[in-house]
């Protein structure tokens, strides 16, 4: 038999010795919501309302829904234990005696090219794949380092880790990513390059948001903004991009404890970095002002003031097509759907959430908000609706709700 969220809330709130009206309390939900949820009579409830029940339940929200934490193939050299075991370098701390590696590691030309296209596969969406090569990027990227110890080549591994992080945390391991973090900013610092800190500064971010972490989140990505904010006439387009990077990352959590102001207005500062900057691809990533744009419906649909028709009213200033990575239109696409069914339009939900599977079948089963979102139409639906029980069996939610 599968188990349902409220099967997990009730199994947390009983190992915290709550009573479903001190959740509710603490959570601030209505106690009615974690009564019909725990008793089978619902079977999900808004993104925002499982964030805070997760956060008063003191746990993840991945391990509140029951997110998938795995890639879809399986992989004789590689994986999701692989990429653990590469990211916590066992050799690598003080008093270990780590085994000698009797193969030689490739020319750094070779390697770096290996990390291109690692940071491809990752914005393509092509997680199985990424997780069966990145372990051992990674391992050679250490000694590629220990061989030839330039700048060049710390920046590199300091991009890998940056995908070491990433993956670990779409597939739902922020406690992995953190480690990799800590590795991308010493490689960073290694290379002498603050603008690759400042990136890294930007994934951690994203790590802390995703572990609840709001308000560090928030905290770190401002104050590493504020270091590297460029000046306003001798600014370098690849400045501007990761000091709009960092105000964009801080603005996600800012939302989250419901500053929608706060968020909106460093959202602002972003696009106009990015209206300085044009469209720049550096340190692994993207960023422009359709970049931002799609960040601000993101956030309307962050905390508990949850604003689906300002998203909706957000996403009309977005030319999808603009959007040049296709795991971030993707996730676009997916806060579009959501904001599609919370004002009503479900089958304009349901055929976004079709057009994303297809582009993007693998990236799609690790998203706890599509997982939700499907949930809730399930839930609502008048008549059987084939296609919605289709892509909830596609992305492990029972469609025998």
């Known amino acids: 038999m599968s188990t349902s969220i409220g099967d997990h809330i009730r199994s947390l709130r009983e190992f915290r010795d709550l009573t479903q009206e001190g959740l509710a309390s603490r959570a601030g939900v209505s106690v009615d919501i974690i009564r019909k949820l725990e008793q089978g009579r619902r079977q999900t409830a808004r993104i925002t309302t499982l964030r805070a029940l997760a956060r008063a339940l003191d746990v993840q929200l991945e391990r509140l829904v029951g997110q998938p934490t795995v890639t879809q193939q399986l992989t004789d050299d590689g994986g999701l234990i692989a990429l653990r075991d590469a990211i916590q370098d066992i050799g690598a701390l003080p008093g270990v005696l780590a085994e000698d590696d009797a193969e030689d590691p ?9 990390v291109k296209a690692a940071t491809t596969q990752y914005w393509q969406g092509e997680y199985s794949g990424l997780s069966a090569a990145l372990p051992l990027i990674l391992r050679d990227g250490r000694a590629v380092a220990r061989q030839t110890s330039t700048e060049r080549v710390w920046q590199q591994l300091a991009l890998a880790y940056q995908l070491a992080a990433c993956l670990a945390t779409q597939a739902g391991h922020p406690d992995w990513a953190y480690t990799a973090v800590e590795k991308q900013l010493a490689a960073a610092a290694r290379a002498s390059d603050p603008l690759m800190e400042g990136i890294g500064v930007s994934t951690l971010s994203w790590v802390l948001l995703r572990q609840g972490r709001w308000e560090q989140a928030q905290d770190i990505a401002v104050r590493k903004a504020e270091a590297l904010e460029p000046s306003f006439m001798k600014g370098t387009p690849a400045q501007f991009a990761v000091y709009g990077n960092l105000l964009v990352a801080a603005a996600t959590p800012a939302a989250r404890r419901d500053d929608h102001d706060r968020a909106i207005e460093l959202l602002s500062g972003a696009e106009a970095a990015a209206v300085r900057s044009g469209p720049v691809r550096a340190y692994g990533t993207a960023f422009s002002v359709t ?13 508990s003031e949850n604003r689906p ?28 759907a959501q904001a599609q069914y919370q004002t009503g339009d479900s089958e304009g939900a349901l055929t976004t959430l079709l057009e994303v599977e297809e582009d993007q079948p693998e990236w799609i089963k690790l998203q706890v908000l599509a997982s939700a979102t499907v949930r809730e139409m399930l839930e609502a639906e008048r008549r059987r609706n084939t296609p919605l029980r289709g892509l909830a069996a596609r992305l492990g939610v029972d469609p025998a709700l």
């Open 309 to 336: 028709e300002k998203a909706l009213e957000f996403a009309g200033e977005v030319r999808v097509g603009e959007i040049s990575r296709p795991v971030h239109s993707a996730s676009y696409r997916v806060d579009v």
């Open 106 to 114: 490739p020319s750094e030309p070779a390697w770096v090219a290996s």
């Open 291 to 303: 970049d931002v744009r799609t960040q601000k419906v993101n956030v309307a649909l962050a905390g």
